[in-house]
């Protein structure tokens, strides 16, 4: 469960309007997170299914990208790069969750996962940016225990590649860290269940 991604396949060739096409979700919403949610590592047997709806921003240069599943739907996903990160801890990035599905705790169990898994992997930090201007973001990670880095805001601008796609940025971002040495317990996720299994 936990090997990187090796082999990633290109993306397939498929526009925009047809990829939001394909992301409709039928006709409801995931249950509230009362146990329903699982999150786990991508796999490449379920790489085609993710990327037909969630977008995978960081997938090109992907290091672990955990996804949150509703049974057989993926809801939600969240990059962690553990190498060459702006702290030198590992980061969580690319946290993404549909718009209709947001406000259902899908986030909170994506961000535990990444960070027992960081915690699993010996690291005592982890850290996350948002914009400056993305306070709903801000506001979830301050509750789950994350403070500012005491880096000021730093400046991305330029054009980076989204998926092979130049895409212009501009924007300040905040750096917060959260100590992940303690247990992360409260989470529900079968993955975090399964890990705890494992250590018993
Ligand atoms: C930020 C994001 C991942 C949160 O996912 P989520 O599943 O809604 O998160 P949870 O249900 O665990 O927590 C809800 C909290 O998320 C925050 N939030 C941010 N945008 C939100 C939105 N559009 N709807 C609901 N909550 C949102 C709020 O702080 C909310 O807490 P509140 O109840 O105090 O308002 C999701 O809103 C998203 O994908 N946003 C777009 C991408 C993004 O901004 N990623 C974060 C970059 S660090």
Known sequence: MHRRLSVLRPEPEVRQPERDARQGWGPGPPAE??????????????LELVDARLPLHRLDNA??????????KPVGHAHISWES????????????????LRGRGI??????????????????????????????????????????????PQRVAG????RGKPVEV??????????????????RSSYLRERRKEET
Do not use: C
């Open 107 to 152: 986030g909170t169990e994506l961000s535990r996962a990444a960070e027992q898994l960081a915690h699993e992997r010996g690291y005592d930090q982890i850290s996350i940016s948002a914009s400056v201007t993305n306070e709903g973001a801000l506001r979830l990670y301050r509750r789950l225990g994350y403070r500012d880095a005491g880096l000021k």
């Open 85 to 100: 990160t702006r702290l030198g801890t590992p980061e969580i990035q690319d946290v993404f969750v549909p718009e209709e």
């Open 170 to 187: 501009n924007d300040m971002l905040i750096y917060l860290v959260k100590e992940v040495a303690v247990d992360s317990s409260g989470s």
């Open 159 to 162: 054009t980076i590649l989204i």
């Open 33 to 46: 997170n009362g146990g329903s949610i699982d999150v786990r590592e991508l796999s490449e047997a379920e």
């Open 63 to 72: 290091q672990t990208y955990l996804v949150a599943w509703d049974g057989d």
